[in-house]
């Protein structure tokens, strides 16, 4: 751990370059399976995959439309001429010995991010660009084997790598960089961003200097994290390490390296290649795309209401910064919520609405398998259950209850509440009879209650709930117990 008088001695500057898999149902140049999670290694491939000769690559049309929709979920300016080029390197999962990329002239163009950190501060990180290309496939290196096994089946997968600009100082603000990227994609519907399957993977750049120096330090490349809390922790390991060296007057290298997450630290790779290094040339096989306008904006209209336009919308329900976070990170619930507002419902059905939201927010996307985003609700069915409770007719218990019938099947709150007799007792005459036998039963928990104990009544309503089945309704029978004192 560093001591602070270095941490106030250098900052550290980072850029994040994340590769974002598009959703498409083919790759990006030959027409086979572009999902290729559950299946066997080499199934998914074509003979474009294998690079062999005399094979010609053809253009997805839908990877363009979820290109442009990507950029707009960017802030990003979608440059109407854009091309691919060739962009050569050698390793063993691409057998073609180039990946197709774009170098100089990408679909997307500068962009900005703002984030929000939980102190509430707003750092805005500008998007250099994001460009299309192939992926390459996947090496498996088996434990003690002097070999490794190479799956195609990733191989022409279509990506848009995503380029920050290096206007992130912080580990937090690196964290929650990556965060709003997977937000804005998966919110863009562009990808399914699970960071389980490797559908967003991130790049670190990271340089250490003095602090106020007017020039940047030596940088190096952490390559492939596939979670925020990685991408948090190297760049804290990385930070520490830079600084080790300054201080003993050594030179940092510029280099790529990998990060270990059972030893929390980065190692290293290979020496960090130049893009004169990967011999750019235009690709021959594919022409430019050309866009027009009117189809850039028509693609714009289709994006939904986004995460930086829904922090605003909860936070004038007066929910916390935890609070909004969680309901943001499922965009199926944070469109419910959406909808009760939109239709006009009481702030007071809203926020409780809200807070019965959180319970289901679902997985965390970088740490399941399971798609978290299929939990929902039919809006008007929830605006009617909060009517119900703010009326007496159930309790919050009961109002919980029905929320977990409802998530499997939608109904009608108001059948299912009798039907599972959940309602609430309506006769006050007949929960008074059963508050008095209460009180005469538990003369001391009563008498503390006169002397200022106020957890006694907490004990009496429980009694009363216990008698009743849960169907008295606990204001009510505080206000009777009070009364009758």
Known sequence: MLEQSLIDKYEMTIGIECHVQLKTKTKLFAPVDNDAREAMPNTTISEICFGLPGTLPVLNKEAIHLAVRAGHALGAKINLFSKFDRKHYFYPDLPMGYQISQFDQPIIGEGKVIVKLKSGEEIEVGITRAHLEADAGKLTHPTGA????????????????????????????????????????????????????????????????????????????????????????????????????????????????????????????????????????PEPDIPPVVLTQEYVDKIKEELPVMPSEIRILFSKLGLNYSQIETLIDNPNLAEVLIDVIKN?????????????????????????????????????????????????????????EILNHLIKKDSNPEELAKELNLIQMSDDGELEIIIDQVMKDNPKPVQDLRNGEEKAIGFLVGQIMKITAGKANPSTAQKIIRSKL
């Open 146 to 281: 002097d070999y490794s096994l190479v799956d195609l089946n990733r191989a022409g997968t279509p990506l848009i790598e995503i380029v920050s600009e290096p206007d992130i100082h912080s580990a937090e603000a690196a964290k929650a960089y990556a965060r709003e990227l997977n937000l804005c994609m998966r919110y863009a519907d562009v990808s399914d961003a699970n960071l389980y399957y490797g559908n967003m993977r991130f790049d670190v750049n990271i340089s250490v200097a003095s602090r106020n120096s007017k020039t940047l330090g030596t940088r190096a490349e952490i390559k492939n994290l596939n979670s925020f809390r990685a991408v948090e922790n190297c760049i804290n390991f990385e930070f520490e390490r830079q600084v080790e060296l300054l201080e003993k007057g050594e030179k940092v290298v510029q280099e790529t390296r990998g990060w270990n997450d059972a030893e929390n630290k980065t190692f290293s790779q290979r020496s960090k290649e130049d893009a004169h290094d990967y011999r750019y040339m």
């Open 344 to 400: 006009g419902a009481e702030k007071n059905h809203q926020v409780r609405i809200a807070n019965w939201l959180q319970i289901y927010s679902g997985a965390n996307p970088e740490e399941s398998s399971e798609d978290s985003n299929i939990i929902t609700f039919n809006p008007s069915s929830l605006l009617t259950l909060s009517m119900m409770v703010e009326d007496g007719k159930l309790n919050s218990s009961a109002a919980k």
